[in-house]
Antibody
């Protein structure tokens, strides 16, 4: 069955970077859009961006355009999301989720990775 | 401020029917993009509840239904049960932003 398994919780200092991984299995992901969505404590869902590995195309939300990088290592079917210049407001649960195309429903989700930014 | 607007909260007694609205604009829902709904139980990842406006994934009870008209969409839940108490989010795609957009979420309380 389709599974997305994310890396463990992280604690980071302001100004540093964090990389979260998302190991995919059980299905074909290369032609899908692998998205990243975050959720600050007590807040709603916020789309950050994603990648379609087959085309090597990425799409980032304007808010994160200059701070986020999403790649896919197809040899290990693992996606990575790097967020730089961290600030306290980036403290959130980060999820990866699969969609058939940009804007399609997110049918499978990772379990989430808590990133805490604190001095 | 979310691109899609949802009421912050709704409530209903067991067995009742509730609806959750999701209002967008001409650059997202009104442009013909599908609306999808998710249920998020406390401490868990969101779960797909309705896709492409009206469709239920396998395993989702038929008590949940979706509709779309113009620049808005709605999620209806009939025969409310205690286990339905959760946060609900709508999602679509926005032409102007060229990306995925979510509603701010609605907390459903079963009285």
């Amino acid at each position: 069955q389709v599974q997305l398994v994310q890396s463990g919780a992280e604690v980071k200092k302001p100004g540093s970077s964090v990389t979260v991984s998302c190991k995919t299995s059980g299905g074909s992901f290369s032609t899908y859009a692998l998205n990243w969505v975050r959720q600050a404590p007590g807040q709603g869902l916020e789309w950050m961006g994603g990648i379609i590995p087959f085309f090597g195309t990425t799409n980032y939300a304007q808010k994160f355009q200059d701070r986020v990088s999403i790649i896919m290592d197809e040899s290990t079917t693992t996606a990575y999301m790097e967020l730089s210049s961290l600030r306290s407001e980036d403290t959130a649960m980060y999820y990866c989720a699969r969609a058939h195309r940009w804007g399609a429903n997110l049918d499978y989700w990772g379990q989430g990775t808590l990133v805490t930014v604190s001095a | 401020q979310s691109v899609l607007t949802q009421p912050p909260s709704v409530s209903g007694a067991p067995g009742q029917r509730v609806t959750i609205s999701c209002t967008g604009s001409s650059s997202n829902i009104g442009a013909g993009y599908d609306v999808h709904w998710y249920q998020q139980l406390p401490g868990t990842a969101p779960k797909l509840l309705i896709y492409a406006n009206t469709n239920r994934p396998s395993g989702v009870p038929d008590r949940f239904s979706g509709s779309k008209s113009g620049t808005s969409a709605s999620l209806a839940i009939t025969g409310l049960q205690a286990e339905d108490e959760a946060d609900y989010y709508c999602q679509s795609y926005d032409n102007d932003l060229r990306g995925v957009v979510f509603g701010g979420g609605t907390k459903l309380t079963v009285l």
